[in-house]
């Protein structure tokens, strides 16, 4: 059972370049999230999805977008990127029901981007 | 909307001192609490919650939170801390659930140091 795996761990990109950002999940979870991480500042959610072909915004979208074709896979992608993107983004996975995880987020182990 | 201050930025210890990271929350309103745990180059890993019941909640490798809904706060404590304590905590609430999603609300971290 891997969990929720994040691929690349490390990236370094170009100012105006584009990537995906990896993650897969093999829990059957149904809701599925992106955060990233900067110092001091915690984790702010930047996409979310309920299920397959939903998706929405969080807290700081901008710069960002997402696709959920299927449960297992929600991809983030950065289309120019900025310095201000450079950061550890983290992907999460639930169930989303309280009598099946109560609520607990399963974390990816992240991916460090830099801009530069 | 909801937001989580966690008092204090760094905390370091020696081992085997007892230790409390303080979590604030904003909501007056009936939430959920967690308490996760990023142990260096990992992503974070559920240490315990607050859903509902007793106010004071166990988690994993000793820890225990106490949840104070007049004081809005969710402190955690561990009494005697060891070497491998050393990570980075983070307080996290419940914003709500929209469209089934529970989304969660992170405080800013607190990078617990244990000094031998």
């Known amino acids: 059972n891997a969990g929720v795996t994040q691929t690349p761990k490390f990236r370094i990109l170009k100012i105006g370049q584009s990537m995906t950002l990896q993650c897969a999940q093999d829990m059957n979870h149904n809701y599925m999230y992106w955060y990233r991480q900067d110092p001091g500042m915690g984790l702010k959610l930047i996409y979310y999805?309920?299920?397959?072909?939903?998706?929405d915004k969080g807290e700081v979208p901008n710069g960002y977008n997402v696709s959920r074709s299927t449960t297992e896979d929600f991809p983030l992608r950065l289309e120019l990127a900025a310095p201000s993107q450079t950061s550890v983004y983290f992907c999460?996975?639930?169930?989303?029901?309280?009598?099946?995880?109560?609520?607990?987020?399963?974390f990816g182990s992240g991916t460090r981007l830099t801009v530069v | 909307a909801q937001s989580v201050t966690q008092l204090d930025s760094q905390v370091p210890v020696f081992e085997e001192a007892p230790v409390e990271l303080r979590c604030n929350y904003s909501s007056s309103v009936s939430v959920y609490l967690f308490w996760y745990v990023q142990y260096p180059n990992q992503g974070l890993q559920l240490l315990l919650k607050?859903?509902?019941?007793?106010?004071l909640v166990k988690g994993i490798n000793g820890f225990e939170a106490e949840f104070n809904k007049s004081q809005t706060s969710f402190h955690l404590r561990k009494p005697s801390v060891h070497i491998s304590d050393t990570a980075e905590y983070f307080c996290a609430v419940t914003e709500g659930i929209i469209q089934g999603a529970q989304k969660l609300v992170f405080g800013q971290g607190t990078r617990l140091t244990i000094n031998p």
């Open positions: 607050y859903l509902s019941g007793s106010t």
């Open positions: 999805s309920v299920g397959a072909g939903i998706t």
């Open positions: 999460a996975s639930s169930y989303g029901r309280l009598a099946k995880d109560g609520y607990g987020y399963t």
